[in-house]
């Protein structure tokens, strides 16, 4: 059958090791591209996938090339990595790559396309005035793994809260588990990753944003007034002395590259609400922001207490993600003095969620119980969901199986 494929997902996700790994039962031809002008970049192509052309003949065109593969192997797998790279040098290529698949695609033949920028990727294949628009058979995003597979594969405890804080340094990104040594503190792991000599993530923000091909200065500022506390537009605006208006661009290329999330208050349309926040949703990238950054230069004089408050801290709000993600249709909500961790649906009510990073006693958690529905009856949303009930998660959650839905078993 063969056509195009399309797989992009951020820097580290695991791409080319996946792909690799697929072609290799396929005994498919892959060529990563490399950034350099066109002649080059098509030279290391040719040399890259070898048989996949017939010899003795060198394409000085990307159009010369597509036409070569007519006389290749026949169902053949072509995978070009960092794609974008590509057409960064020559914007003509996905029209040429657009006619070869309309018109001169061999029959059987697969050609897969990936690539790391997201914005570049999305510009590609997900916009409508794009030549390649609705052109692949199978578009896959691929995602951060999550902490279960984490915990998988580095032999961890899925139950310990120390397993889950190691997770909160790296998140879903499999290069970053490479630094997990077995016996490793999540302070040790946090030394190496960020804080120590030649630190692997030191320099991780400007490297992606350099990947996703966002420059300028107003972008990382932007994610260091987010990660730093601000999380409504005028509060960002604020921290860089700029105007609400000057940020719209750069806050959607932030969303566009994954690197910034928006959320809304449960129940709220984003077409329609005006309560609008911005958060930093990848862990290890929340980390940089959150705490490398404003404590780098000061981190060698805290505590060994006050070291592992911030790692706490920190793990905190991504194990409300954690607990969140568990439900399709849960969001945060808050209002005019009032928020919780989360909502979600229950038949024709809600439930609300409080999360604490920590094991409770079956006292304690009936004790906040009643604590937060004697919040929700003060407040708004009481009125527009009458029918509630409450629940306390905690660390005992990190145990837990999950179905398929999300549902505890």
């Not at 999305?122 to 896959?140: G, V």
């Not at 588990?177 to 030191?202: M, P």
């Not at 000057?246 to 609400?273: C, H, K, M, V, Y």
């Amino acid at each position: 059958m063969g056509g195009l494929v399309v797989l992009f997902g951020r820097r580290r996700v695991g791409k080319t090791r996946l792909l690799t790994h697929w072609l290799e039962k396929r005994s498919g031809f892959y060529s990563q591209a490399i950034e350099a002008a066109v002649p080059m970049q098509i030279e290391q192509t040719v040399r890259d996938i070898g048989s996949a052309l017939p010899q003795g003949i060198q394409p000085k065109t990307w159009m010369e090339f597509f036409e070569l593969l007519r006389y290749g192997p026949a169902e053949t797998v072509l995978c070009l990595d960092e794609f974008p790279y590509l057409v960064a040098s020559d914007p003509s290529l996905p029209s040429v790559a657009q006619r070869w698949l309309d018109h001169h695609r061999p029959e059987g033949f697969t050609l897969v396309l990936s690539g790391s920028s997201t914005g570049a990727m999305n510009d590609c294949f997900l916009n409508r005035a794009a030549p390649l628009y609705q052109r692949a058979r199978k578009l896959i995003h691929l995602e951060p793994m999550d902490y279960a597979a984490f915990c998988g594969a580095c032999g961890l405890d899925r139950s310990s809260k120390e397993s889950f804080t190691l997770y909160a340094l790296v998140g879903g990104i499999p290069k970053y588990w490479e630094f997990v040594e077995a016996g490793a503190t999540a302070l040790d792991l946090a030394e190496e990753l960020f804080f120590g000599r030649s630190a692997f993530l030191e320099d991780e923000p400007v490297r992606i944003l350099r990947e996703e091909r966002i420059a300028g200065l107003t972008p990382l500022s932007v994610l260091e007034a987010v990660g730093r506390g601000a999380s409504k537009t005028s509060e960002i605006a604020a921290r860089l002395g700029t105007a609400q208006t000057n940020l719209g661009r750069t806050l959607q290329q932030l969303l566009d590259a994954s690197l910034l999330e928006r959320e809304i208050p449960f129940g709220e349309s984003l077409r329609t609400t005006k309560k609008t926040l911005y958060r930093i949703g990848d862990p290890a990238l929340r980390f940089w922001f959150r705490v490398y950054s404003p404590h780098r230069s000061l981190w060698h004089r805290l505590t060994i207490e006050e070291k592992t408050k911030l790692l706490h801290d920190h793990a905190a709000t991504v194990f409300e993600d954690y607990c969140r993600s568990r439900h399709p249709d849960a969001a945060r909500y808050w209002e005019a003095g009032a928020e919780f961790d989360f909502l979600r649906k229950d038949g024709d009510g809600v439930v609300v969620s409080e999360v604490k990073f920590k094991k409770l006693s079956a006292a304690e958690k009936t004790g906040l119980k009643k604590q937060l529905a004697e919040k929700w009856k003060s407040s708004a949303a009481a009125h527009r969901y009458p029918r509630a009930t409450f629940e306390i998660l905690d660390t005992s959650e990190l145990g837990a199986k999950f179905t398929e839905a999300g549902d505890v078993e």
